[in-house]
């Protein structure tokens, strides 16, 4: 666990984080070992005692009830990033078993950065593999839940829909997309091009891998460093040209300026880092700074400040620009959806998840805007048609005033 390991060592076991987990505020919660706290202390006694055995499969289980929501960050006194420590723990206990221990439904999210763009390469083959009789049976076979909120994809990838030419005179960003918003939901990237041509920007796809979220929730680290180096060597070159890096996803935006600066210190990844920009942040900055002056939306909206949101402080700035926009905010909901990333998918996982999800979505009404892809199908899908969910910008979009 190297450095993770002497973070573990300094919880002080004041028990603050157990009072922000999803997971231990659940029915499973009455058990001190399937708590925030209760994990860290058990970390402590495995690396000074060695009991529980640290690479039992049930001590495994208990760690991995952590999808690393970011929310205990902000209340831990000690400053201790909990969930990279859980996520360090998952690395030392993969290079214990070999990677044997690794389940089908792991090792399938965690392929999706190569598979994906490796399928699209052949539309006819992507077009058969892309529908909902395919995902049903890959659901089956992969150990993934059967009400797993994964969409089907998209016909064509964003990468195809961007080819080309970009508008004369307007400012250019280079947009690193990742998987989810390239392969599945291309729209998300083309909504964000959509909106942001209205301010004279313009954005295109330089060379780019899989961020490796995925990875650092299932404790891959080696594939996650790769991942981290071939991101930051495409990236820098961006950046020291003098383009910002738009994300549209809050895991992209904390991975580059969070996670690849520990996982691949230098001078690139920090340059990389501070030339991200968030969509919401741009939003922000065009609003406030009247880059967008001939757009007004109207109606109402619920907004659900995600997990991530509430990590990198992006749900006030999103409650400005729609409000400064012209629609109403009529209640900001603080709870988190449930989906926890790939977390919420996986069949062992699936009827907690549901549990968490079900408190926010009871409380729910109209239309909904939350920041996270995974948790827009969350809400979506646990919903049942009650409402509809949308990222920020591409609300803002369907809210537009005629």
Same mark, same amino acid.
């Given at each position: 666990?190297?450095?993770?390991?002497? $973070?573990?060592?300094?919880?002080?076991?004041?028990?603050?984080?157990?009072?922000?987990?999803?997971? !231990?505020?659940?029915?499973?919660?009455?058990?001190?070992?399937?708590?925030?706290?209760?994990?860290?202390?058990?970390?402590?006694?495995?690396?000074?005692?060695?009991?529980?055995?640290?690479?039992?499969?049930?001590?495994?289980?208990?760690?991995? +009830?952590?999808?690393?929501?970011?929310?205990?960050?902000?209340?831990?006194?000690?400053?201790?990033?909990?969930? +990279?420590?859980?996520?360090?723990?998952?690395?030392?206990?993969?290079?214990?078993?070999?990677?044997?221990?690794?389940?089908?439904?792991?090792?399938?999210?965690?392929?999706?950065?190569?598979?994906?763009?490796?399928?699209?390469?052949?539309?006819?083959?992507?077009?058969?593999?892309?529908?909902?009789?395919?995902?049903?049976?890959?659901?089956?076979?992969?150990?993934?839940?059967?009400?797993?909120?994964?969409?089907?994809?998209?016909?064509?990838?964003?990468?195809?829909?961007?080819?080309?030419?970009?508008?004369?005179?307007?400012?250019?960003?280079?947009?690193?997309?990742? !998987?989810?918003?390239?392969?599945?939901?291309?729209?998300?990237?083309?909504?964000?091009?959509?909106?942001?041509?209205?301010?004279?920007?313009?954005?295109?796809?330089?060379?780019?891998?899989?961020?490796?979220?995925?990875?650092?929730?299932?404790?891959?680290?080696?594939?996650?460093?790769?991942?981290?180096?071939?991101? !930051?060597?495409? +990236?820098?070159?961006?950046?020291?040209?003098?383009?910002?890096?738009?994300?549209?996803?809050?895991?992209?935006?904390?991975?580059?300026?969070?996670?690849?600066?520990?996982?691949?210190?230098?001078?690139?990844?920090?340059?990389?880092?501070?030339?991200? !920009?968030?969509?919401?942040?741009? +939003?922000? $900055?065009?609003?406030?700074?009247?880059?967008?002056?001939?757009?007004?939306?109207?109606?109402?909206?619920?907004?659900?400040?995600?997990?991530?949101?509430?990590?990198?402080?992006?749900?006030?700035?999103?409650?400005?620009?729609?409000?400064?926009?012209?629609?109403?905010?009529?209640?900001?909901?603080?709870?988190?959806?449930?989906?926890?990333?790939?977390?919420?998918?996986?069949?062992?996982?699936?009827?907690?998840?549901?549990?968490?999800?079900?408190?926010?979505?009871?409380?729910?009404?109209?239309?909904?805007?939350?920041?996270?892809?995974?948790?827009?199908?969350?809400?979506?899908?646990?919903?049942?048609?009650?409402?509809?969910?949308?990222?920020?910008?591409?609300?803002?979009?369907?809210?537009?005033?005629?």
């Amino acid at each position: 666990m190297g450095v993770y390991a002497e $973070e573990a060592e300094r919880c002080i076991r004041c028990g603050f984080c157990n009072s922000v987990c999803p997971t !231990t505020l659940t029915s499973i919660g009455y058990a001190p070992s399937r708590t925030s706290r209760g994990r860290l202390v058990m970390l402590q006694s495995t690396m000074i005692l060695e009991r529980p055995r640290p690479f039992d499969g049930g001590f495994k289980e208990l760690i991995d +009830l952590c999808f690393g929501c970011m929310r205990c960050l902000q209340v831990c006194p000690a400053g201790i990033p909990i969930p +990279l420590v859980n996520s360090s723990f998952r690395a030392a206990y993969h290079a214990h078993t070999g990677g044997s221990r690794i389940s089908r439904s792991e090792r399938l999210l965690s392929s999706l950065g190569e598979v994906a763009p490796a399928l699209n390469k052949y539309p006819p083959l992507w077009r058969l593999l892309a529908n909902r009789l395919s995902l049903r049976m890959l659901k089956a076979v992969a150990g993934l839940a059967k009400d797993a909120p994964i969409p089907v994809p998209e016909p064509r990838s964003l990468d195809t829909h961007l080819r080309g030419e970009q508008k004369a005179g307007y400012k250019l960003y280079a947009l690193f997309a990742d !998987t989810y918003a390239r392969y599945i939901r291309p729209s998300i990237g083309l909504d964000a091009r959509h909106l942001l041509n209205k301010a004279g920007i313009d954005i295109y796809l330089p060379q780019q891998h899989d961020s490796g979220v995925i990875h650092l929730e299932l404790g891959l680290w080696d594939k996650l460093r790769k991942l981290a180096a071939l991101n !930051t060597a495409s +990236l820098y070159k961006e950046a020291v040209e003098g383009r910002r890096i738009l994300c549209t996803s809050p895991a992209s935006t904390m991975m580059l300026r969070e996670v690849y600066p520990q996982l691949v210190p230098g001078e690139a990844s920090k340059t990389v880092a501070d030339s991200v !920009t968030d969509i919401n942040e741009l +939003l922000y $900055e065009l609003v406030t700074e009247e880059g967008i002056t001939d757009l007004r939306i109207r109606g109402t909206i619920t907004l659900h400040s995600s997990c991530l949101s509430q990590h990198l402080k992006l749900t006030p700035k999103v409650r400005a620009v729609f409000e400064s926009l012209g629609a109403q905010v009529e209640e900001v909901r603080t709870e988190c959806c449930g989906s926890g990333g790939a977390w919420g998918l996986q069949r062992k996982n699936r009827a907690l998840s549901v549990e968490i999800g079900s408190r926010l979505t009871a409380r729910l009404s109209g239309t909904v805007v939350s920041y996270s892809e995974t948790c827009v199908e969350q809400i979506r899908s646990l919903g049942g048609g009650r409402f509809e969910a949308y990222l920020p910008h591409q609300a803002i979009l369907r809210m537009q005033r005629p």
